[in-house]
Nanobody, 124 residues
Framework: QVQLVESGGGLVQAGGSLRLSCAAS????????LGWFRQAPGKERDFVAA????????YYADSVKGRFTVSRDNTKNTVYLEMNNLKSEDTAVYYC?????????????????WGQGTQVTVSS
C-alpha cells in the first residue's frame, strides 16, 4: 500500500497562488507516476497534472497549462503542485494519486492509490 496525504489547500483571492504538497508513505514509491486531480461540487473528478517517476515527463490539462507547475522530490517522497494566477473556476477539492503506467495518467480509474484531498477555494 501507498498512503498519500495532501496539504497546502486554503482560501485565496483570484490571481493569488498556492502550493499543494502530496506526501507518500508506506510501500516503495518507486516507479509510480503521480497525478493531481480536482473535483468541484456536483462535477466529476478531472485530471489536472501529472509527473513521471523521474520527473522528466510532465503533462497538464489545458485549463491549467501555463499557470500550474508539478514537481517532485523523491528524496522526500513528495510531489508538489504550484498554482499561480488562480481563478474562481479552480475552486475544488484537489487530490493526488499514484499510477504505475504513464499511458493512463489522465484516467481516474487507472490510479491505484489516492489521497484524501485538500480544499482549494478561490474568491473572486
Amino acid at each position: 500500500q501507498v498512503q498519500l496525504v495532501e496539504s497546502g489547500g486554503g482560501l485565496v483571492q483570484a490571481g493569488g497562488s498556492l502550493r499543494l504538497s502530496c506526501a507518500a508513505s508506506g510501500r516503495t514509491f518507486s516507479g509510480y507516476a503521480l497525478g493531481w486531480f480536482r473535483q468541484a461540487p456536483g462535477k466529476e473528478r478531472d485530471f489536472v497534472a501529472a509527473i513521471s517517476w523521474t520527473g522528466v515527463r510532465k503533462y497538464y490539462a489545458d485549463s491549467v497549462k501555463g499557470r500550474f507547475t508539478v514537481s517532485r522530490d523523491n528524496t522526500k517522497n513528495t510531489v508538489y503542485l504550484e498554482m499561480n494566477n488562480l481563478k474562481s473556476e479552480d475552486t475544488a477539492v484537489y487530490y493526488c494519486a499514484a499510477v504505475f503506467t504513464w499511458n493512463y495518467i489522465t484516467i481516474v480509474d487507472r490510479y491505484s492509490y489516492w489521497g484524501q484531498g485538500t480544499q482549494v477555494t478561490v474568491s473572486s
